[in-house]
């Protein structure tokens, strides 16, 4: 029974949301704002890969940005260039919000995942150290995608895969786009694997990122819930390394259906540490979305919530 649970689970994962990236396609078409694509950046630390600014549509050189980075940036804007044909509606919630004096302006930067890397760049590297050897050497190479491929397709990366983005494609950005720099307003965010990241980068990059928003976040790791010391890891390394609560603030959600059934728990565990560390109603937030599931169409049924929890003006 446990063994069908799991194949399910796995199945369940990649029809609905744990995605791996397409050929880089055309830029993204949008019915609010302009996307541009910056092919031109390359990096010391990770394979190339498409990024996508989304500019809004009374951009101005003159005015200043806050920035949202965003993980799994195919995904973001357009479903008819998704494997799944389902997007975030990025720009579309973002035109509901602009009309909200109380809410900063911002230009959202998509990074694109790595393919069949996805995996092995979107693992944070340090808490999975924090399992024993022989156990982390059976779960990076015993693991397993449907029909039988490997799960991780290669060695860990997502130190380097962070360093990317804080060492390269942020000052990239900062020189290209007139963004207000600092780390309070700059924000991270992903779903699913890309939430796990996105708590991963505040947490390593504390001067770098005031805010993250981590949706349906895949605290398993893997797609195994029985005897896996993946989410025990992240939480005791979440104990030390969550940053002041005086300076940042963080967004976590999930659902009840299908691959977010397994989040709960977890999640429970992670509150709990938050709390215990400082954090109160007035910088973070986990919300329960009875009977959402694991997909790109949920996290854009209430993706106003997360992106008004990061654009929030301070009072």
Not at 37 to 57: A, G, H, I, N
Request: net charge neutral; glycine share 6%; proline share 6%.
């Amino acid at each position: 029974m446990a063994s069908k649970i799991y194949l399910l689970l796995i199945v369940l994962a990649i029809s609905s949301g744990c995605h791996n990236a397409q050929k880089s396609v055309g830029v993204p078409t949008v019915s609010y704002g302009k996307v541009i694509r910056v092919s031109d950046l390359t990096s010391s630390f990770v394979d190339p890969r498409p990024v996508d600014v989304w500019l809004p549509p009374d951009f101005n050189e003159k005015s200043r940005y806050a920035v949202i980075y965003m993980y799994d940036g195919q995904m973001l804007f357009d479903s008819a260039t998704t494997w799944n044909h389902q997007e975030w509606k990025v720009d579309e919630t973002m035109q509901k919000l602009s009309g909200d004096t109380t809410l900063e302006k911002a230009i959202i930067v998509g990074i694109w995942n790595a393919g069949k890397k996805r995996h092995s760049e979107y693992f944070p590297q340090k808490p999975l150290k924090l399992i024993p050897k022989n156990i982390r050497d059976s779960i990076t190479y015993n693991s397993i995608r449907p029909h039988g491929y490997e799960l991780f397709d290669g060695p860990i990366y997502s130190d380097s895969l962070l360093m990317f983005i804080v060492r390269e494609l942020k000052p990239f950005i900062d020189k290209r786009y007139p963004t207000l720099p600092d780390a309070a307003s700059t924000y991270i965010m992903g779903s699913s694997m890309g939430g796990l990241m996105s708590i991963y980068a505040i947490c390593e990059y504390p001067g770098v990122f005031s805010k993250a928003a981590c949706l349906s976040t895949h605290w398993p790791g893997i797609f195994q819930s029985d005897n896996n010391p993946i989410p025990g890891a992240f939480a005791a390394y979440m104990d030390t390394h969550i940053p002041d609560p005086a300076i940042h603030a963080i967004y976590f959600d999930y659902g009840t259906a299908t691959l977010d059934t397994m989040y709960e728990r977890h999640q429970i565990v992670v509150d709990s540490i938050l709390k215990k560390r400082g954090y109160t109603n007035k910088n973070w937030q986990t919300i329960k979305f009875e009977g959402a599931d694991h997909s790109e169409n949920a996290w854009a049924r209430r993706l106003e919530i997360p992106l008004r929890f990061l654009l929030k003006k301070e009072e």
